[in-house]
């Protein structure tokens, strides 16, 4: 059973950092993508950053909304089985409930990371809080 475990969120003033973490489970860092989301009341949820690795295309991608770029920062440790989202200078903007999410169907490319539609796996989410 595929399982995404978010963590790490909280309260943190604006010019701070946070560290998300995603503990995945029952499946392989192999082919896959892993993305973070953010959704803020009232708004519809948007990819912030997606990590892609086509094993047989032998292609590794890494992508980020314009909002976050050089601020936010993807990694995985696949001996843990897991991906963390590294947030600096965070600003009140940012705040939101920010989910993993991991599709292992091969749907997601460069073309559609940012979309809810190309991950068929995701976390409960965790909540970022940015005061100004």
């Known amino acids: 059973e595929v399982q995404l475990q978010a963590s790490g969120g909280g309260l943190v003033q604006a010019g701070g950092s946070l560290r998300l973490s995603c503990a995945a489970s029952?499946?392989?860092?192999?082919?896959?993508?892993i993305a973070w989301f953010r959704q803020a009341p009232g708004k519809e949820r948007e990819g912030v950053s997606s990590h892609i690795r086509r094993r047989i295309l032998n292609e590794r991608d890494t992508f980020y909304a314009d909002s976050v770029k050089g601020r936010f920062t993807i990694s995985i440790d696949s001996a843990k089985n897991t991906v963390y989202l590294q947030m600096n200078d965070l600003k009140p903007e940012d705040s939101a409930v920010y989910y993993c999410?991991?599709?292992?169907?091969?749907?997601?490319?460069?073309?559609?990371?940012?979309?809810?539609?190309?991950?068929?796996?995701w976390g409960q989410g965790t909540l970022v809080t940015v005061s100004s």
């Open positions: 999410a991991a599709d292992l169907r091969s749907a997601a490319y460069s073309s559609n990371w940012p979309y809810v539609f190309a991950y068929d796996y």
């Open positions: 029952g499946f392989t860092f192999d082919d896959y993508a």
